[in-house]
């Protein structure tokens, strides 16, 4: 508990002085998958904290563990060991009904292949999350075609995914995403089904969403989508063999806080 205590304290003043409120702290982080007689450690030793409104890219070849750290941070899955304390909740500890919570206020999820529901339009899509929070029907519509709006997508709102380009169809995932006004959003490979052009456009977007003071934590191959990232964290086998920044960036001073 005390460990918590000293993990959940805000980080130390940065060069600009002030003080970014860390909203993600990993500390020792393990994932251990059992396959049949053997274990696999996807995530093996992660210690990584994230200040409030950081733009953080994880880069690794296939298998070293990047959707197996995004779920954890979601939590769409658990440690088998350390801590992980993400807006303030200790997810390792966390029981199911607080791990619910957490996916449905703290972080949105942005998915490579998209992940709408296909029978459902634009608008549809975008209500779901509104609904799962109880939100009444029209504010809930009236809440999801303001974010189609500002995603460029007003007159598509009718739209079954089917009927969107692949970029339109990302930015409806984006709004989705959004919806609960997290402040943190984690994306897997989100421009990896699309085009260059079409991926640029929507990491115009996430930026944008950056700027504005979203938290950011983006899995990619692109080092052109890595480039525009305030810190890299490189993975290998579960493990970070390397942490780059772009600029002095205000988190880098947490990395030997322990
Ligand atoms: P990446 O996203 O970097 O490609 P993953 O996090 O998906 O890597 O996987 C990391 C390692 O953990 C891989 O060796 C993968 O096979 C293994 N792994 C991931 N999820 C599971 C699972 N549910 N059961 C067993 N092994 C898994
Ligand atoms: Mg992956």
Known sequence: MTELITLARPAPASTNGTAPTSIIEMRGVVR???????????VDGIDLGVARGEFIALMGASGSGKSTLLNLLGGLDQPTAGTIVVAGLDLAQAGRSALVEHRRRH????????NLLPHRTALENVEV????CGQPGPARRARARALLEQMGLSGRADHRPSELSGGEQQRVAIARALANQPPILLADEPTGNLDSTTGASVMALLRQLNADGITLVVVTHDPAVAAYADRIVHLRDGQITEITARTPAPAAAQEDRR
């Open 107 to 114: 972080v949105g999820f942005v998915f490579q292949s998209f």
């Open 32 to 42: 251990r998958y059992k396959m049949g007689s053997a274990t696999v450690a996807a």
């Open 129 to 132: 999350p509104l609904m799962l």
